[in-house]
């Protein structure tokens, strides 16, 4: 089937050590995201690569990078981790065509990460 | 920015009862979407709607597009226990950027 796939499903790293976040998808879509969710709150967009322009939310912190070297696999980088940034990081695809984004998105498992 | 209110916040019910949510805007969107995320999972889509006063169903699940394009809502009919969850609703105009509703918590009493 396809699908998002999320690597690892939990992921516990020290406070200030880089750790990196991975998703990849069968789907062929062209547009992979990157959320950050909270405990009992709604997915906050972090980033977004179409194809291979990259486009970054203006209150994401320099922090959280990304890398995206193929159409599948989507990296998600913390350089120095704190411990605010301990939450469920989501991946999503879409497709866009032209200038026009297929509006549904389809969610990975998320990979939630905890900050010692 | 673009804001959904959505509501109730939490529902607690019982078995085989019937379920409503929905979801409003100050804004309009051309899109709306309704997911469902269990705990420690990613959302999952249930219904996603295109059109204007479209009516779409998903099993027991309906959900509708408001005619003024600002407003949606989700029907759950016959609950059972494994429709625990959030569910949130998320709106779309012409970019990327979907914009979320805050959750609706259900929790259904066997």
């Known amino acids: 089937d396809a699908m998002v796939i999320q690597n690892p499903r939990y992921q516990v790293t020290q406070f200030g050590k880089p750790v990196t976040l991975s998703c990849s998808q069968t789907l062929n879509h062209n547009v992979m995201y990157w959320y950050q969710q909270k405990s009992s709150q709604a997915p906050k967009l972090l980033f977004h690569?179409?194809?291979?322009?990259?486009?970054n939310e203006a209150d994401t912190p320099d922090n959280f990078q990304s890398r995206r070297p193929n159409t599948s696999f989507c990296f998600l980088d913390i350089r120095s981790p704190g411990l605010g940034d301990a939450a469920m990081y989501l991946c999503?695809?879409?497709?866009?065509?032209?200038?026009?984004?297929?509006?549904?998105?389809?969610f990975g498992p998320g990979t939630r990460l905890l900050v010692l | 920015g673009q804001q959904l209110n959505q509501s109730p916040q939490s529902m607690f019910i019982q078995e085989g009862e019937d379920v409503s949510m929905n979801c409003t805007s100050s804004?309009?969107?051309?899109?709306w979407l309704w997911y469902k995320q269990d705990p420690g999972e990613g959302p999952v889509l249930l219904i996603a709607?295109?059109?204007?006063?479209e009516l779409t169903s998903n099993g027991r699940l309906t959900a509708q597009f408001g005619i003024t394009r600002k407003d949606s809502f989700l029907n759950i009919s016959a609950s059972i226990p494994s429709d625990v969850g959030i569910y949130f609703c998320?709106?779309?105009?012409?970019?990327?950027?979907?914009?979320f509703g805050e959750g609706t918590q259900l929790t259904v009493n066997p």
């Open positions: 998320a709106g779309q105009t012409s970019g990327s950027r979907l914009t």
């Open positions: 690569y179409y194809d291979k322009d990259f486009n």
């Open positions: 999503a695809t879409s497709s866009k065509r032209g200038r026009v984004y297929q509006e549904t998105q389809y």
């Open positions: 804004s309009i969107f051309n899109t």
């Open positions: 709607l295109y059109k204007a006063g």
